[in-house]
């Protein structure tokens, strides 16, 4: 941060003779402050902290507009300035819901979703896939929800930030990872 020269400092005490005066009649304090003389307009009058403030509160946003131009405004804040979309596309959502039960309305009844995809039974596993679910330690039973699960609470128990003790955690986060993104595929497919 610079230092101020002296000069610069008694300018803003005293104030030097090139400043403005306030716009008020009979005002003689320097006009520091400005304020627009009509809404939309570049025009700007200039006042002491004094007249500002009292400018300010005799300020109408509508002076010089009509009753029905003011009804106008009015009616059309609620969408100015606020952006539109047509209704044909609708809105997407980058949420996408799963829900675990779903309403038969034919039986009147809630059955289970069957949306999350499983471990299947029939398919032989290859090596890879076995090394992988002998790392997560799963069951022959589970599904997509469940393989986060444990992907999270082993990525808590191994990450190199947080577990300073353990050794080789560097190779062992890697090796949860790649298990991880083998069993994702083989959910997948």
């Known amino acids: 941060m610079k230092k101020k020269s002296i000069e610069y400092i008694i300018d803003k005490i005293i104030g030097s003779g090139n400043e403005k005066l306030c716009d008020e009649v009979e005002c003689n304090n320097p006009g520091i402050y400005s304020a627009p003389k009509s809404p939309n307009s ?19 946003f509508f002076a010089g507009k ?7 405004y009015q009616k059309n804040d609620f969408f100015l300035g606020r952006p539109t979309r047509p209704f044909s596309k609708g809105i997407s ?6 829900f675990e039960y779903s309403i038969n309305k034919e039986k009147i009844k809630f059955t289970k979703n069957r949306s999350s ?8 596993l290859t090596s890879e896939i076995q090394n992988s679910i002998e790392i997560f330690k799963l069951n022959n039973d589970f599904d997509e929800k469940i393989l986060k699960k444990r992907y999270k609470e082993l990525v808590k128990k191994y990450h190199p930030d947080l577990n300073k003790n353990y050794l080789n955690k560097e190779k062992k986060i890697k090796q949860i990872n790649k298990a991880y993104n083998i ?6 497919n």
Request: hydrophobic share 30%; aromatic share 20%; glycine share 0%.
């Open 66 to 72: 009509s009753q029905n131009q003011i009804y106008e």
């Open 42 to 60: 570049d025009e700007k009058y200039h006042f002491c902290l004094f007249h500002v403030k009292q400018y300010n509160k005799r300020w109408n």
């Open 93 to 98: 959502s980058k949420i996408k819901f799963e």
């Open 117 to 124: 995809k499983s471990f299947k039974k029939n398919v032989t």
């Open 183 to 188: 069993l994702l595929k083989f959910l997948k």
